[in-house]
Structure formats: C-alpha cells, structure tokens
C-alpha cells in the first residue's frame, strides 16, 4: 500500500496475501511495537457516520521503516538465491 490505512484494512490486506486469518489483537500489538521502533506512525482519525464515527487508527510507514523493510527483504532474497533449482523453479 502506497498511502496510510487503517487497521482493519492491513488486516484483511495481509490475510489476502497470505491466506491464513489475522488476529486483530496481536496486529494492534505489533503496530504499538513498530511505531516505539520508529518504524511506523498512527494517527486517530474520527469514523464515517456509517460507523457511527468509531475512531480508526491509521497507519503510515516511516523512512526509517521503509529501510528497514529494503534491508530485510534482501536478506530474505540472499537466503532464497540459489534454491531456484531445489524448488523446481527457474531463475
């Protein structure tokens, strides 16, 4: 996502992409941990009126985060390089 989201949203983002169900709770958890790292920022906004104006929190990732993320992702991709073979895949 190239824009802030709220929660449910990431929720319903990454079990689309992963298949398997997302706890709300340990979602929220993780934000509170990112966001103390400096990785993510979250704002309360006020809800739609078909919400009843429930408060949603949105979620924006920082450049420090976005570092972060580049560094991990090669990591993960130096560990898979090479396995192409193994996995029946070509490169």
Do not use: H, N, P
């Not at 992409?17 to 790292?37: H, P």
């Amino acid at each position: 996502m190239e824009r802030d989201a709220y929660g449910v949203e990431l929720a319903r983002a990454i079990e689309d992409r992963t298949g398997r169900t997302v706890s709300r709770s340990a979602l929220y958890v993780t934000f509170d941990r990112l966001e103390s790292k400096g990785y993510i920022t979250s704002e309360l906004r006020t809800g739609t009126r078909a919400r009843g104006g429930k408060m949603r929190r949105y979620i924006k990732v920082t450049r420090a985060g976005l570092r972060v993320l580049r560094e991990s992702r090669a990591a993960l991709m130096g560990m898979w390089s090479g396995l192409e073979s193994l996995l029946g895949q070509k490169t």
